[in-house]
């Protein structure tokens, strides 16, 4: 088989691409404020426990709701004395933690089904009806489902987040396929005799990358959303470990008398989604081959 | 014409048997004996045998599944657990509040996002369309249940404008009923008000450019008119898809809303059920909300066809 040869123009082509999507991303002031952002964010969670000046769940009773800026508490404490601070980073942690994890999912998932999908026409409507049943269970009934099937935790709520966003995956990952399997060198590996599998893995998949980055990248910030309202509900991560979702559930009850109790984890939730979403976009701009006239 | 609506109603059937099948499997596949968990508290042996002779549960799995089927299409959903209340009643009861919470955010977000969406279009680069955008991001990235308690907090609490949660029915005071209705409605809009904010900015941007649009402007028509008339109505159809796409998410976003303002609907009927292991409305409130789902998007691709002969003419290829 000397089918591999006819793959090497399109790889090689890769690299300069790259470095213009690069150069077009540090040019985009939003996409680099969403980065900054999000590096802060990643370091902060990955180095929680040697940041945080305290452990999540020490719960200091003297020092009950101190309000932020006091010496010791950078953000004060909430109604068992725990700092405010600390909780917000492991918090944090945990939202990126369902985030990636139910993105990995959907990808593992959605991109196969997707490429099947698109190259096969027969699967085409078997992974369409799937799809649509899917789709027919809203994100939060799907996780009420299977919190009462499975129970309530982290995992469990990771996986309803998942499957709530395969559909946008296959879809991403199927019209992807179709557009490229009418490209002339993949109708000429195939002239060439180059197996199904080979053409998928080899020609289609690698060129249909960049959009499903972008999805991916997408699909995040809705999912640390989708955490932090399950976690909120109940249904998500258990008290008492952190989450910025539980956070607010229990703030709920003192928030006239400790309103920073409410607002920042709120803020934290909304910072950590706004800086993926900044990034998407300034991403998905430079990757948009026609430019940045959007 | 007739082919599509017939492919599209066989589809949607299909979605919908699917839906049973897993909504059935799921009740199966609870941990244990899905008699005891169907019981609830009253375990005796007379209990038991009379669920297992209702449901079937000593048949075949197909059997069973029918006659779940048949019950549930008949109106029987089974009777709540913990209340032995029906668990149709309890529906009943709870859907006219998510139905106007759903509707009133439907009608908040399409005034607010069509407005906004179409000032981003027109003014383009200029500060509106930061701004537009801006708030747009915003609507995506803000976790919603946080706004409503921001809003109880400084709305409710603080300025003491709108009552903190309850609920008054429609029919016996019309009034206290909107008071009681409109923050949580205005916070479940937003999240949608972005969605069709940005999709009206993109399609009255391609609307613009189009050759109608030119021709109208041509033919001397004022900028208001040309915007107001012939790019707006392109938008609208971008609407009414929104609604289809975003269906499953309103409904979510109801759920919160609901559990947040303490409004007693479908949505806190849903979140009560799971932690009191209420099986049955579990069951039933899945299954409502997919059947819902599924019959809703089809009457709007019907509406849609309606509206866009395009769809009719391509046979409505995905």
Known sequence: MTTGEVATPVVTTADPRQRRVARRLLKSPLAMAG????????????????????????????????????????????????????????????????????????????????????????????????????????FLILAVGLAAIRGASLTNAAIAIGIVQVPAMVRVTRSETLRLKGRDYVASAISDGAGDAWVLLRHILPNAISAVIVQATIAIPGAILGEAVLSFLGLGIQPPSPSLGTMLTEAQQYAAQAPWTAVLPGVAIMLLALAFNLFGDGLRDALDPKGGRR | MAAYLLRRAGQSLLTLVLATIVVFAGVRALPGDPALALAGEERD???????????????????????????????????????????????????????????????????????????????????????????????????????????????SVGLGLFPASGHVPLLSDPVANLHHMVMPAVILGTGLAAVIMRQTRSSMLEALGED????????????????????????????VTIVGLQLGNLISGAVVTEQIFGLPGFGKLTIDSVFQRDYPVIQAVVLITATAYIVINFAIDLLYSVIDPRIRVAGGAD
Not at chain 1, 100 to 111: Q, W, Y
Not at chain 2, 99 to 128: D, F, H, K, N, Y
């Open chain 1, 35 to 138: 980065f900054v952002v999000l590096s802060v964010a990643i370091v902060g969670a990955v180095f929680a426990p040697l940041i945080a000046p305290y452990g999540p769940s020490d719960a200091n009773f003297g020092d009950a709701f101190i309000p932020p800026g006091a010496e010791g508490y950078l953000l004060g404490t909430d109604s068992l004395g725990r700092d405010m601070f600390s909780r917000i980073l492991y918090g944090t942690r945990a939202s990126l933690i369902v985030g990636v994890l139910s993105v990995l999912l959907a990808l593992a998932v959605g991109v196969p089904f997707g490429l099947l999908a698109g190259y096969f026409s027969p699967i085409d409507s078997v992974v369409s009806r799937l799809t649509d049943l899917v789709l027919a269970f809203p």
């Open chain 2, 45 to 155: 042996a007379a209990t038991l045998a009379a669920i297992r002779a209702k449901y079937g549960l000593d048949d075949s799995v197909i059997e069973q599944y029918w006659a779940y089927v048949t019950n549930t299409f008949q109106g029987d959903l089974g009777r709540s657990i913990r209340t032995g209340i029906p668990v149709r009643d309890m529906i009943v009861g709870a859907l006219p509040v998510t139905l106007e919470l759903s509707l009133l955010a439907l009608v908040i977000a399409s005034i607010l996002g069509l407005l906004t969406g179409m000032l981003a279009a027109v003014r383009r680069g200029g500060p509106s369309e930061w701004l537009a955008n801006g708030i747009a991001l915003l609507g995506l990235s803000i976790p919603h249940f946080w706004l409503g308690l921001m809003a109880i907090l400084w709305l």
């Open chain 2, 212 to 239: 109608y649009v030119r021709t109208a402007r041509a033919k001397g028509l004022r900028e208001r008119q040309v915007v107001g008339v012939h790019a707006l109505r392109n938008s609208l159809i971008v609407v």
